[in-house]
């Protein structure tokens, strides 16, 4: 069967998508497209036979691409999506699918129109202790989940927040630690909790020349009934954790990040060895809590392969525009409530 051909848009966080398409057995890495020259020569060291493209409309005329990375800072995503489509280019997008939820529906409504598959990087539901704990709330062992506590306990240094000048603003970022980094983890919440009714929040900005914020918290409402709170921050030196739990009338799982560290379940034959068998498999981890880096080609292998294979097998990709929507909206949502004062109630 004919290789795929893949193609990155923008080369930051891309280049683990380039690793990704390169590494793939159904795909050939075939070009890549960035304004920066330098990050495009680095690219063409790396990959030799790849076509260069400083010219987006160039490279959606490449006739041997069939899949796009878009990996430009957020607020282009929409636009550039919605073009590779209508190009006939299937796009798999970065997080978040765009900063707001406006912009967002464009690209799911440009999938439906053009029939071309999109798909969107939340890489952390392939985290390896997701599968387990996904399906022990989808099998119900949890109950019914009253409480979540979720909180993303990150750190960014200043320049972070200097490089690309579009870090950390509304404009561009749409916003700060919660659009940006913790956006991952409202992907989560709303994966394991279900839809979000209403959201009360407060936000800061504490330790960064920025104009958005570098704290929000959050007291979260489900449709469900449930209740959860959700803390992000960039502030916590040197990047502590990433805690997702959750609490039900059948048990509670406690993780940080990609670890185990509680498994309780009442309908389990054995709770304590159980729970040791959990936390044996899936309390190291496989990657670090507080920083994409270490942990990026694990997740983005994962979801390229997927958006690949989604192509090949004429599927969907696993995570939806569709789906991916819900979590500018609650990122806006609480931006909203925080902005305001008031509790923010979602569709
Ligand atoms: N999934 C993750 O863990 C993860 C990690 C990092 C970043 N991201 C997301 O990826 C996106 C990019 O982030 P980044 O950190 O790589 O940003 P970045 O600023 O490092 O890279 C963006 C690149 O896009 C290029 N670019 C801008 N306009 C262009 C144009 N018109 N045509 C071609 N190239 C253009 C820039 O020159 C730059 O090289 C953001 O949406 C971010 O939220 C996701």
Redesign the pocket.
């Known amino acids: 069967m004919k290789k795929l051909g893949y193609a990155i ?6 280049m683990a998508h380039a690793e990704a398409a390169a590494a793939s057995e159904n795909a050939d890495l075939i070009a890549a ?4 020259n330098t ?1 495009l020569e680095k690219f063409g060291k790396i990959y030799p036979e790849a076509r260069l493209y400083t010219d ?1 409309e160039e490279l959606i005329a490449d006739r041997d691409i069939d899949i796009i990375s878009i ?4 607020y ?2 929409a636009d550039f999506a919605v073009r590779a489509m209508e190009a006939g280019k299937h796009v798999l997008i ?3 699918l765009d900063i707001t939820p406006q912009r967002a529906a464009l690209i799911e409504e440009a999938r439906l129109r053009t029939g071309m598959k999109a798909g969107v ?1 939340h ?1 952390n539901r392939f985290n390896l202790n997701m599968y387990p704990i996904k399906k022990a709330v989808d099998d119900g062992r949890l109950g019914r989940i009253n409480l979540g506590t979720f909180a993303v306990k990150w750190f960014r240094e200043q320049s972070y927040y200097d490089r ?1 000048g ?1 870090r950390g603003t509304w404009e561009y970022d749409g916003g700060g630690s919660l659009m ?1 980094q913790a956006v991952h983890t409202v992907d989560l919440m709303h994966w394991l909790m279900g839809d979000v009714e209403s959201v009360t929040s407060t936000m800061a900005i504490y330790n960064h020349n920025i104009k958005t914020e570098d704290m929000t918290a959050s007291l979260i409402k489900f449709k469900s009934g449930a209740t959860a709170t959700f803390v992000s921050t960039t502030c916590a030196y040197p990047g502590i954790s990433t805690e997702i739990m959750l609490y039900g009338t059948g048990g509670s799982i406690e993780a940080d990040a990609d670890m185990i560290k509680t498994w309780k379940l009442r309908d389990s034959d054995d709770e304590d060895e159980e729970e040791e068998l959990m936390i044996e498999r899936y309390g190291r981890g496989n990657l670090k809590a507080s920083s ?1 880096e270490e942990g ?1 080609l694990y997740g983005h292998r994962h979801v390229v392969e997927d958006m690949i294979c989604a192509v090949r097998d004429d599927r969907d990709p696993q995570i939806l525009p569709s789906d991916a929507i819900k979590s500018v909206e609650i990122v806006n949502a609480i931006y909203e409530s925080a902005k305001t004062g008031k509790t923010v109630y979602l569709k």
């Open positions: 848009l923008g080369l930051g966080i891309g497209c960035d304004i920066d990050r987006f990996c430009l800072p957020s282009m995503h970065e997080k978040p990087v890489q690309g579009w940006n994409y990026t």
